[in-house]
């Protein structure tokens, strides 16, 4: 196994990454551990042995890099292990993978490979995860500086602080090549996750890494009492219930309008006038519980 770190995260922990090696080593695993600083120690690391199981040690933005990485190489083939380490966790939530790092150890000796989906843009950028335009993007700006000091707190907060500053964007969405909304909007979001933000928010109850479908979940809670009923609600999955929310399932979304950030997994990135997102189902394989765990 290689374990890949991002060695300049806040939430790098070299003394919990050691414990893990050891654990995986004991029972007799080779480990090589790779603390990855500049952009290419990862394609060194997975130049150097094309066979292992790659192993993030890390967040959410952790596990998008590797699986990114490989998806530019076409080396999806490679089974991939997640440690999670960072703030939110959101896909080790999602599928169950333990939260405790020599947990999750254990679960990558006697876990079995699942496929899992992808969400592609247009430039080829992998999403795991989540993608957040409008308000999503700016709570996870907001987000970052009090990430160190509050943890999975931060995303609440920051979402706060970006609706508060924020009143919406003036949008045109299709879904599968036909329009579905358009007008000045809170978020759009496109998921194959149910949790988001560290669990603090079900962004889609019914979504799941590997069925093999997008979720587009669209507000226009623009006004201030509608954005804090809508955030409310947002914590136990019941906005899309909301008669200014729209939820819909399909395999290919395009956004574009006023200027707008995306959020990728937690990594923001834009201005943009213009994205689209494709659906590449079972695409990666994730060592994780069964589906009936």
């Not at 790098?12 to 029972?27: F, I, K, M």
């Not at 292990?81 to 999750?104: C, F, K, S």
């Not at 226009?220 to 947002?234: E, S």
């Amino acid at each position: 196994m290689i374990l890949f770190t991002n060695a300049k995260a806040g939430t790098h922990d070299a003394e919990t990454l050691d414990r893990v090696a050891g654990l995986l080593r004991d029972a007799g695993r080779e480990v090589t551990v790779c603390p990855c600083v500049e952009s290419g120690d990862l394609d060194e690391a997975l130049d150097k042995d094309r066979k292992a199981v790659v192993v993030a040690a890390g967040g959410d933005g952790s596990i998008n890099r590797l699986v990114g990485t490989l998806h530019r190489r076409g080396e999806l083939d490679r089974t991939v292990g997640l440690v999670p380490m960072g703030t939110g966790n959101d896909l080790a939530r999602n599928l169950g993978i333990p939260l405790d790092p020599q947990e999750a150890a254990r679960l990558l000796l006697d876990g079995g490979p699942r496929e899992l989906d992808m969400i592609v843009d247009e430039d080829g950028r992998a999403t795991l995860n989540a993608v957040h335009v409008g308000i999503g993007a700016s709570a996870a700006q907001s987000a970052t500086r009090f990430k160190s000091r509050l943890g999975p707190a931060a995303f609440p907060v920051g979402a706060v602080l970006a609706g508060v500053r924020h009143s919406g964007w003036r949008l045109r969405i299709k879904a599968d090549g036909e329009q579905v909304a358009e007008g000045r909007f809170l978020m759009a979001a496109i998921t194959n996750a149910p949790g988001i933000a560290g669990g603090s928010a079900q962004l889609a109850t019914d979504a799941h890494p590997g069925d093999g479908r997008l979720e587009l979940v669209v507000s226009a809670a623009t006004g201030p009492i509608a954005r804090i009923a809508y955030a409310l609600r947002l914590r136990d999955g019941s906005h899309r219930y909301r008669d200014d929310v729209l939820h819909t399932t399909a395999c290919e979304v395009t956004i574009s309008g006023q200027e707008f950030r995306v959020n990728s997994d937690g990594e923001v990135s834009g201005p943009y006038t213009s994205r689209t997102w494709t659906l590449h189902p079972g695409a990666w394989r994730l060592i994780a519980p069964s589906k009936a765990a």
